[in-house]
């Protein structure tokens, strides 16, 4: 993916060119300027052949694995960029030298550079002219196919890249009926009897192995008391694996303390005398399931175990008849799925005659495996239906096929991740990184990309919302899978199928885009990107480590003293993301990384940051949430290009973990370029200063009292650009949220209030909200509302999501006709004194999702219930046993929720999780 390569370094080239003016004013000698004019000459040389260059890789690289010419002439390339890039970043590292000290220090500093500059320029010199040198030899070994292909491709690109409904769905499934109903039996059949039975589902990778057994479970877990799914990966360690699989049947675990003993007796006595199911995904040996997970559970109850595998030895575990092998789909099937995801934007999913012909041909090279289909119809969903268009596609994947040198499945994703523009290349790439099965969280992803220098802002459009509509597209083409889409349809994180992901690593290390390292000897030589997925790092070689740019930690006891010598030597790191691992102190050496973009200590156990952080002038994203660290220091303020500033202090107050302000520097108001400034620690000081941050879309404020209400107002009047904001009181009982004097902005689309609120104020308050069209979102926690405060939220017509947490003290909660018409999800937690729901016809029209957590007093279902016609899941947790009862038996409360797919009762206390099936199309889920 040299093509990636090019244009991330086109973007640096430019970024370089623009110093120019400034620097040449900035010089104070002669022969500073006239070696910078030198140099700015040849990297002026660099952006116009690469920028000639980065066309021409697009069409090329589709030929580099079938032509030994063309692949030699790519890898030479993109040595060439790498090397550009090395002289660019040690440019802009030692200009920016220049702008500390006096006079007498700068001019002695001009004439170090001056040295600098002259090597620089000979350097770049050299480079240009191989790379020139390359072109030529290119031209004389042009390959005739290649010529006929150069331009010829069409790609085409749907406009809107953010829609929901490109996402895999339920009703895409296709060929799996038979194989569910028999995996269904085996896992409900003799329930009542107190038995043991394991089923296995096997088969190749991609084969759909885990939809299959995913679309069932889901359908089934609610028929036991409890239900886990754990995704097994090829490095394992037991312990985490025995955690992962409590933490999933919701028991009780600290993770850091708890030893094996311990943990076994915990699991065995949570699940004594229950009928339970475990869902072990992807197991890769026998001595997963002999060793370590069998002797673990009690053998007096009712226990279901499925395993998902692609080795016959693992299946060879089930219970007699209970192995099931997943076959690629046949013919009928294959199309099916096929047209589904190329023409989901036609109303009946049919292929037009027109390409009737090109469709079988397509599908004879996927061999029958979802995964290829999905990423084909998927690819081929962006292009025009046409036969030009889809035939020129064609073509290419005959071409990589020729003498079967690659697997026509390998050859199909292959092909779908050629078929990428540059700039998404370098994001799926990145997500291969991230370990075996791991949940990418699009925030994370986004920050991370941005960081990297892989997005670009376009018109109309900010960066963030740039980069959101990459991953959607990678999701689009079947290249991400979601695991969960939040409340309005947004990816909230997903992952990369394993076949996808084996790929992605092979081109990452051929193309020295990155490497993984998980225990074995790996020479660090070249790489740009280190993913360190092993607690032991001793057999890192470190040769040529001064090239990478990027160190991701995935382990949470890495020796974090061991990694010194990488950090000394690889001065122009741009990301290092030290989440979850258990540091508490970072190494000096981080302090001289000028380059550093991304910062990221979430979940650690950092303590203090030194003052010598504001070195980091280059710092866009610091991310400390949730960690030991009480204030930010005072240099933290010297870093002007600060983007996001995430840092909230873990406080435990008796056995729940929340997340406090912490104390801001008074140089935050430098800080002008913000756009996350979360959990801010209120003082009348940071306020003030707080109100220079106009750029600011996400924003949180913690220990507000009624003496900040005035300096509170006067900041959010000039946050125009708002879109997130939540407000915290101080941690007493008393003290009421001032919100009569804010003055909300225009923009604001969520907002979270946490504190006691005045109830005989709250229409006035809430008149002065009627102009925010945009607010969807409002959470509310502590806010001690009643009957007669309640309704004045229902002037707030645009929320979409409202969750009341710890936050309604009344014993009647009403919904009147016409109330919050457009309200998609009412989450009610921790009523202690709710016994009844009112909900009068036309109220609540939109509501799809309604939950009522830890209301013991709510003895019925809500009155009312029937008027909500689309509403899809009803869940109610630890409210009163008398009212699961009820709910559960009565055929008169059944009727009420017969229009209700998803329906579910839980008790804790009582260990009740049982459910009757209102109506055979009622999915139930725990």
Known sequence: MAEAVVGVLIGKLGAALAKEAATYGASLLYKDASALKGLFGEIRRAEREMESMKAYLRESEKFMDTDETMGIFIKTIRELSFRIEDVVDEFMYKLHGNKHGG?????????????????????????NTELEDTVRRRDRYVIPIMERHTGSTHHFAREDTNQASCFPREEELVGIEDNASKLKGWLVDDLEQRNSKITSVWGMGGVGKTTL????????????DASAWVTVSKSYKVEDLLKKIATEFCMPVNSSTMNMRRLVDIIRRHLEGKRFILVLDDVWGKEVWINNIMPVFPANCTRRFVLTSRLSEVASLASSNCAMKLEPLQDQHSYMLFCKLAFWDNDDKRCPSELSD???????????????????????????????????????LELQSVGNTIPGVETILKVSLEDLPYELKNCFLHCALFPEDYELKRRRLIRHWITSGFIKKKENKTIEEVAEGYLNDLVNRSLLQVVMN?????????????????????????????????????????????????????LLNLSGASQLRQIHVFKRFVDIDRLTPILSSSILLSTLDLQGTEIKVLPNEIFSLFNLRFLGLRNTKIEVLPEAIGRLANLEVLDTWFTCLLSIPNDVAKLIKLRYLYATVKVTEGSFSRNRGVKMPRGIKNLTGLHALQNVKATSETLCDVAALTELRTFSVDDVTSEHSLILR?????????????????????????????????????????????????????????????????????????????????????????TLDKAYDGQTLCFPSQSFSRLKELRVWCAPWLNRVDIEEDALGSLAKLWFVECPELKRLPY?????????????????????????????????????????????????RRRSVPSEGNEFAA
Not at 383 to 396: A, R
Not at 882 to 894: G, Q
Request: net charge positive; glycine share 2%.
């Open 213 to 224: 057994v995913d679309h069932v479970y889901k359908s089934v877990k609610l028929d036991f």
């Open 486 to 538: 939040n409340e309005f349809g947004r990816v909230k994180c997903c992952r990369m199928h394993d076949v996808i992901r084996h790929i992605a690593i092979e081109k990452s290390e051929k193309e020295c885009f990155g490497n993984v390292y998980e225990g074995k000897t790996l020479l660090v030589h070249r790489t740009r990107r280190l993913s360190i997925q092993s607690n032991n790092i001793e």
């Open 103 to 127: 006079f007498a220090a700068r001019i002695k500093k001009k004439i170090k550079h001056v040295r600098i500059w002259r090597r620089l320029f000979r350097e770049l010199r050299d480079i």
């Open 714 to 802: 006067n900041a959010l009047l000039k946050m125009s650009n708002l879109v997130s904001l939540s407000i915290t009181s101080m941690s007493n009982a008393n003290e009421v949220l001032p919100l009569e004097e804010l003055c909300l902005p225009e923009s604001l689309c969520k907002l979270g209030l946490t504190g006691k609120l005045k109830q005989n104020r709250m229409p006035h308050i809430l008149s002065s909200w009627l102009h925010l069209n945009n607010l969807t979102q409002l959470y509310l926690m502590s806010s001690k509302l009643d009957e007669k405060s309640f309704p004045t939220l229902m002037v707030l017509h645009s929320l979409c999501l409202i």
């Open 864 to 912: 009312g219930l029937k008027y909500l016609t689309i509403l899809d899941e009803l869940h109610l947790v630890n409210t009163a046993v008398e009212f699961m009862e009820l709910a559960n038996e009565c055929e008169e409360e059944l009727m009420k929720i017969s229009h209700i797919r998803k329906f579910t009762i839980i008790s804790n206390e009582k260990n009740f």
């Open 358 to 396: 090109l469709v079988p041909k397509f599908l004879q090279k996927c061999e029958g495996l979802p995964i290829a289909i999905a990423c084909l119809g998927r690819l081929l969903s962006c292009k025009p239906p046409t036969y030009t268009e889809w035939k020129i596609l064609f073509d290419e």
